[in-house]
């Protein structure tokens, strides 16, 4: 919903625009002052209305209608800086739909990790008719989406969700596979129960000579 802003000042207040006679009517000014605080937040708007067709900057509402524009089906429970981000990357995405970067990336907006995508096809060329079965790739076609999330955070991808969005992503005639893994949390760290090692004591002083006590020892051999 949009309404006013408090304290939100106006660029063209409505007093400065009466005539002359009424720029110093209280009366005048303080009702111009009240439609003021209405009309603020419809300038600021058309002030900032590039802001409303970028989905890094437009409010969240905007956000799901600007997903319609291209095409794209937002989920409510995913983050918020995702669902801006996949509106933002919509038209990329389309463009490398049916790919492995185009599932790769569809897949990386919604879990933040970069997943590994195997697939079964490959090309080849040759000059000379190629030996039967020497043919690059599997006969039966296949993706496998593997996504590994830091430990602690394999509850935060579903794996339904995620199921659908590669779907969506890959050939519609290619069969897939998602995985999810977890990675191992390091071992703890083990305090070190080794004692340090005493100080070593001092080097004795050489046999015959007297300890510098003051540094002023006289030049000559004293009786």
């Known amino acids: 919903m949009r309404g006013t802003v408090d304290d939100l000042a106006t660029p063209?207040?409505?007093?400065?625009?009466?005539?002359?006679?009424?720029?110093?009517?209280?009366?005048?000014?303080?009702?111009?002052?009240?439609?003021?605080?209405?009309?603020?937040?419809?300038?600021?708007?058309?002030?900032?209305?590039?802001?409303?067709?970028?989905?890094?900057?437009?409010?969240?509402?905007?956000?799901?209608?600007?997903?319609?524009?291209?095409?794209?089906?937002?989920?409510a429970s995913w983050p918020e800086d995702r669902q801006r981000a996949l509106v933002a990357r919509a038209a990329d995405l389309f463009a490398w739909r049916g790919t492995v970067r185009g599932v790769s990336e569809a897949v990386a907006i919604y879990t933040g990790v970069v997943p590994e995508v195997l697939e079964s096809g490959a090309t080849a060329w040759t000059g000379t008719p190629p030996p039967s079965g020497a043919l690059p790739g599997a006969p039966a076609g296949e993706l496998v989406v593997r996504v590994t999330v830091p430990p602690g955070e394999a509850g935060a991808v579903d794996p339904a969700r995620l199921d659908r969005l590669v779907a969506a992503a890959k050939p519609?005639?290619?069969?897939?596979?998602?995985?999810?893994?977890?990675?191992?949390?390091?071992?703890?760290?083990?305090?070190?129960?080794?004692?340090?090692?005493?100080?070593?004591?001092?080097?004795?002083?050489?046999?015959?000579?007297?300890?510098?006590?003051?540094?002023?020892?006289p030049a000559g051999g004293g009786g």
Do not use: C, K, M
Request: zero cysteines.
């Open 12 to 75: 063209h207040p409505l007093g400065h625009l009466l005539p002359a006679l009424y720029h110093d009517n209280d009366i005048a000014q303080r009702f111009t002052a009240a439609l003021d605080v209405v009309l603020a937040p419809v300038l600021a708007t058309l002030d900032s209305s590039h802001a409303y067709v970028d989905p890094l900057l437009a409010p969240l509402d905007f956000v799901d209608w600007l997903a319609e524009w291209v095409g794209v089906e937002l989920d």
């Open 172 to 217: 519609a005639h290619i069969a897939h596979r998602v995985e999810i893994y977890q990675e191992a949390a390091p071992p703890p760290r083990r305090r070190s129960t080794r004692r340090a090692a005493p100080p070593a004591d001092p080097a004795p002083e050489a046999a015959g000579t007297p300890p510098d006590l003051d540094g002023d020892w």
